[in-house]
């Protein structure tokens, strides 16, 4: 198994990102996958999860905001981010999932995303 996250960068507050999450040796449309992010000096924070073909979940701080999905012929995790506050910032991973949207099975190498002025 192997997850690469990509698209990360800067972005202005109000601004957009997508992140991309290239998998291999699993495919994403049979397991449960999330996008998890840290900010400087915090704790791993889970930010929305899909499972069961398409059912999309997300914590209430990116709710409206972000918008998680796959393409499963590219086998590809994605997380389009509009609206992005500073306190988006951090390094944002994703992640194969196992009996809840919190169990880490794999997790790739993360991608920064700064939000700044």
């Known amino acids: 198994v192997q997850l690469v996250e990509s698209g990360g960068g800067l972005a202005h507050p109000g601004g957009s990102l997508r992140l991309s999450c290239a998998a291999s040796g699993f495919s994403v449309s049979k397991y449960g996958m999330s996008w998890a992010r840290q900010a400087p000096g915090k704790g791993l924070e889970w930010v929305s999860g899909i499972i069961n073909d398409g059912d999309e979940y997300y914590a209430e701080s990116v709710k409206g905001r972000f918008t998680i999905s796959t393409d499963n012929a590219k086998n590809t995790l994605y997380l389009q981010m509009n609206n992005l506050k500073p306190e988006d910032t951090g390094v944002y991973y994703c992640?194969?999932?196992?009996?809840?949207?919190?169990?880490?099975?794999?997790r790739g190498q993360g991608t920064q995303v700064t939000v700044s002025s």
């Open positions: 992640a194969k999932i196992g009996s809840s949207f919190t169990h880490y099975e794999y």
